[in-house]
């Protein structure tokens, strides 16, 4: 192992640790899903891969925020797995959560409005 992958590694480690002590406290365990550093972490039966972990890190999400952003993600992709979550970046940033993915029904009845067109007239100008 290079030099420098074994610093990436310990670095992965630190950071789940930090990140794991933060929102479980010191106690929890976590480890690497099939032992692939830097892949999805599981912590108390919840599941992280490491950009969502950087992410929440990255932004100070709030315990609170975190596992409800989670939640909600994981109920709209149960309803509808083709749908498309807003990114944890932006996330904090919307007020009215309803608007989290383009099939909800807010989302759905903006596109329709903006796809309506006025009719053209066939006839020669």
Known sequence: MTKTLKLWETATNNLV???VNRHFGRTAYWYFIAEECGGVV?????????????????YGYTSEEMFAY??????I?????KATIVNIKNWKKIKNTRLLTS???VAQRKAK?????PKRSNKPL
Request: aromatic share 10%.
């Open 77 to 81: 992709l149960t309803q509808n797995p």
């Open 17 to 19: 640790q930090a990140f």
């Open 103 to 105: 099939h909800s029904p």
């Open 70 to 75: 989670k939640d909600q993600a994981l109920e």
């Open 113 to 117: 409005k903006g796809s309506q067109t």
């Open 42 to 58: 599981d912590c108390c039966d919840r599941f992280f891969d490491l950009s969502e972990i950087v992410d929440f890190t990255r």
